[in-house]
């Protein structure tokens, strides 16, 4: 097996083309493509539309013809350009007009069928029957995708994804639209649709596409002067308009061909100026021909457009044209390039003569040393980039004024380019918003508890308690119970010691003190007690924290903001001195601006929010809140950069283990601290660009 592999390896690297053959059947025609070994699958194909041309690619093939072009002259087909590349060899049918086609593959023979009808072509094998397609079911074929892309070069590429190679597509100019027509196919609803692409900066503005019966046709709209080509890879078809850059100079824009109206003619040894006169009649241009211009040509022309007839006749004749609104110079090209020549060197040698003058210009809003790149190269003190040779330009800082001597052609470029670099720049106003929220919840909940037996203090003996501190004695006689503190008070009024045996009250919350319900409950000779203490804090705050920072800068420069306190500590050296440092906990607002030529802005944008922290033996801890970012906003509008979400939630219990568990009875023995806190910071910024009248309020 590893020996039949690298035999048919070996053979696929050696396949060449060795013939090249076409018939006609009808309107059709059938192409053999015979090679030296067979081929498993046809090659990738694909097809241009302008100029009008199907190209097939044979992988790991040579070209063993001995020929690279193949005239055929058979119907649509004009000729076949085989070209050799490394790797592969590429077979180019040039057509005269674009026309759809079909392959098969019979061992090693590839037959081509191009239908001349303009329809979608049927493949026929080599005796000339039709070959039955695969199989697609009465399921009607949809277009897949319809996509728009801009090209490097500024060209909009309309491309569709098709159902399937034999699609017929019909593409013609019909004005200053494109039309293209996709034959037998149905449209998705979600492609029916149209597509505004003026925004990307190609000559395509639209792109509509609707059903029309069994067809689809899609409207392509440019603007300015343009150029389209289509061309198709497999189920891909690609139409891409380019932009044309209009030469005055030029009978043609682009490579579009010529437009003129079509004209006939015929004759010979005819004058060439009297041929420019003809062509001036029928064309209607005002044609100045120099007096160089001689001697006669021998032209036969059918059906050819007026100014195809005129280059044809200014190149065989080696002249040229230049054009000055609607009147057309000709004359030989060595005349037209002299004369240029000497028209520059006379405005040299004018320069040179004409005498100079010295001009001010006071800058208003531009800083005069900013003109020093203008009229000096490199900022050296040889070589004006803007003025002529003779002339000098100075600089006064002290009164932002331009000094400039040169001849008056010059001076007037200086002054139109003060004009337009010497305006004040926009001032946009930046308000932030910082709005920072908080909705806090707390619960405590405790209790204290104690006992105290007083039946032998009046004996002298000391009573019992239960209490989380030393037993204590009590003198005296008992006259009632104490308050809230569930202490026993006797007749010299003094206090028994603390009887709490169980001290779990609330915590105090933000400086607010728990409140609290006592109660002592005594036998009937008042010698023991039950003191219980009930403590409760519940605590529900919302707060809001608007902060609003202004600043006003002007176009592209960075503005800055900042209020807030500096925080002093102390820190330690290795020495064991001691020095004071500070930290900054600020609201500050860092802003660049830009403002577009649609009038939006975009803004860089810095935004802290610091505060103070814990305090550590470093020093203070900073807490930061920070929003970076560039975004593009309208005149006057509103958008949000950013928002920070926290929330906390937090239940504490501390208990007497066993007697915390039991039901009822157990909230006696402990206490309970709920915490449900929600913080939300969100930064607004809104940009204006202020009038000349217009000041920060």
Do not use: C
């Not at 139409?239 to 004759?267: H, M």
């Not at 004009?419 to 910082?434: C, Y």
């Not at 929003?627 to 906003?633: A, F, I, Q, R």
Request: aromatic share 6%.
């Amino acid at each position: 097996m590893g020996l039949l592999s690298l035999s048919a390896i070996a053979n696929a690297q050696s396949n060449s083309i060795e013939s090249i053959t076409a018939n006609q059947q009808g309107v059709n025609i059938i192409i053999k493509i015979a090679l030296k070994n067979p081929i498993g699958k046809a090659p990738i194909g694909f097809s241009v539309s302008n100029p009008a041309r199907i190209a097939l690619d044979f992988a790991d093939t040579s070209n063993a013809t001995g020929k690279s072009s193949i005239d055929m002259g058979m119907g649509e087909l004009r000729n076949v350009n085989v070209v050799e590349a490394t790797g592969r060899s590429r077979l180019v049918f040039n057509l005269n007009k674009p026309l759809n086609y079909a392959t098969t593959i019979e061992g090693n023979v590839v037959v081509m069928t191009i239908d001349g009808s303009g329809g979608i072509a049927t493949a026929v094998n080599s005796v000339g029957l039709p070959v039955a397609p695969p199989s697609i079911g009465n399921v009607k074929q949809n277009l897949k995708d319809i996509d728009f892309r801009r090209g490097v070069q500024g060209e909009g590429r309309v491309v569709i994804d098709l159902p399937s190679n034999q699609v017929a597509v019909d593409v013609r100019q019909q004005g200053q639209k494109i039309v293209v027509d996709f034959m037998k196919v149905g449209l998705p609803s979600v492609l029916s649709r149209r597509l505004d692409v003026a925004d990307f900066g190609s000559p395509v503005q639209t792109v509509t596409t609707t059903q029309q019966g069994e067809n689809v046709r899609m409207t392509i709209e440019p603007k300015g002067l343009w150029e389209h080509s289509a061309y198709q890879s497999d189920t891909q078809l690609v139409i891409e308009v380019k932009p044309i850059k209009e030469d005055p100079n030029k009978l043609t824009q682009g490579t579009q061909g010529y437009r003129g109206e079509r004209l006939s003619f015929n004759f010979q040894n005819i004058e060439v100026r009297a041929l420019l006169q003809i062509i001036a009649e029928f064309s209607g241009l005002n044609i100045i021909a120099s007096d160089t211009v001689t001697g006669n040509s021998t032209l036969r022309l059918k059906d050819v457009p007026w100014d195809q007839a005129l280059d044809v006749l200014m190149q065989t004749k080696g002249l040229d044209m230049r054009k000055n609104g609607s009147v057309m110079w000709i004359a030989p090209k060595d005349e037209l390039l002299t004369k240029e020549k000497l028209e520059l060197e006379q405005k040299a040698q004018i320069a040179d003569l004409e005498p100079l003058r010295t001009e001010s210009f006071q800058l208003n809003y531009q800083k005069a040393e900013s003109f020093k790149q203008v009229f000096v190269q490199d900022g050296g003190t040889t070589g004006n980039r803007m003025l002529s040779k003779r002339g000098s330009a100075v600089i006064d800082t002290r009164t932002n004024q331009l000094f400039v001597t040169d001849i008056p052609s010059k001076l007037e470029e200086v002054r139109r380019m003060v004009q337009k670099t010497d305006i004040a720049s926009k001032q946009v106003l930046i308000e932030a918003r910082i709005v920072e929220a908080d909705d806090q919840f707390n619960r405590n909940l405790g209790a204290k508890l104690g006992f105290l037996d007083l039946r032998n203090a009046r004996g002298g003996d000391a009573g019992y308690q239960l209490s989380g501190n030393q037993r204590g004695a009590v003198t005296g006689n008992y006259l009632g119970v104490g308050e809230q503190t569930g202490q026993a008070k006797v007749t010299d009024g003094s206090y028994a010691p603390n009887t709490q045996f169980v001290n779990l009250p609330a915590a105090g919350l933000n400086g607010l003190n728990p409140g609290s319900l006592a109660v002592s409950l005594f036998s009937a000779a008042a010698n023991r007690f039950l003191n219980l203490e009930l403590s409760a804090l519940e605590a529900d705050g919302n707060g809001k924290i608007i902060s609003s920072p202004r600043i006003v800068t002007a176009d592209q420069l960075p503005a800055h903001i900042e209020q807030g306190t500096e925080i002093p500590y102390q820190v330690s050296t290795s020495s064991g001195a001691t020095s004071i440092s500070f930290r900054k906990a600020t609201l500050s607002l860092d802003v660049t601006p830009q403002i577009t030529p649609d009038g939006n802005i975009i803004l860089n944008v810095d935004v802290h929010k610091d505060s103070r922290g814990e305090d550590t033996r470093g020093g203070p801890v900073i807490n930061t809140k920070q929003v970076k970012t560039m975004v593009l906003v309208e005149n006057g509008g509103t958008v949000v950069l950013g928002g920070i979400y926290t929330q906390e939630e937090r239940d504490d219990i501390a208990k007497v283990p066993f007697f915390g568990d039991l039901p009822l009875v157990g909230y006696l023995f402990k206490t309970t601290a709920k915490k449900n806190n929600k913080t939300e910071l969100l930064v607004f910024i809104t940009p204006k660009v202020l009038t000349d009248k217009l000041t920060a309020k």
